[in-house]
């Protein structure tokens, strides 16, 4: 396995990224194009758009949902890690991150944590910037 850095962290599966999603897209602007020729009642037309439709929002909320839950994951152990480090709660810091910020700080080493989560408060880095100025990535081969 490669070691994960900024430019290879992202993660695609292939059955819901290039299999589920596209099929399950590729109905509903089918049964969109559909539900506006022949000789159908409305509920007819219709009833095809709301399946496919629901079927598509299906898989992008199942997808939703696992990656809130990690996010959720990836809160604690920075908690955890926090405590860990200093001895303290991460409460206080924790207040002054937003979400993406949380989880880009998770791929930093123990080393570096501290500083960037400092400097990611002080500076209002973006999920990007702290990615990038990562010198010794930690990574995360479980991430959803």
């Not at 993660?11 to 089918?30: A, C, D």
């Not at 898989?59 to 908690?79: F, T, W």
Request: hydrophobic share 45%; charged share 20%; no cysteine.
């Amino acid at each position: 396995m490669t070691n994960q850095n900024f430019s290879n962290h992202a993660r695609y599966r292939p059955l819901h990224h290039f299999i589920i999603t596209p099929l399950t897209l590729i109905g509903v602007i089918w049964s969109v194009l559909h539900a506006f020729g022949d000789d159908l009642s409305t509920f007819d037309r219709l009833f095809p758009v709301i399946i496919a439709l629901a079927l598509f929002l299906l898989g992008i909320q199942a997808r939703l949902y696992g990656n809130e839950n990690q996010d959720r994951i990836i809160r604690l152990e920075l908690r955890l890690r926090y405590f860990h480090l200093t001895g303290q709660s991460f409460t206080e810091k924790e207040s002054q991150l937003r979400r993406g910020q949380i989880v880009a700080l998770r791929f930093a080493s123990d080393e570096e944590f501290l500083s960037l989560l400092d400097r990611a408060i002080a500076e209002g880095m973006t999920s990007k910037e702290i990615k990038v100025a990562i010198q010794s990535w930690r990574g995360d081969y479980w991430r959803v």
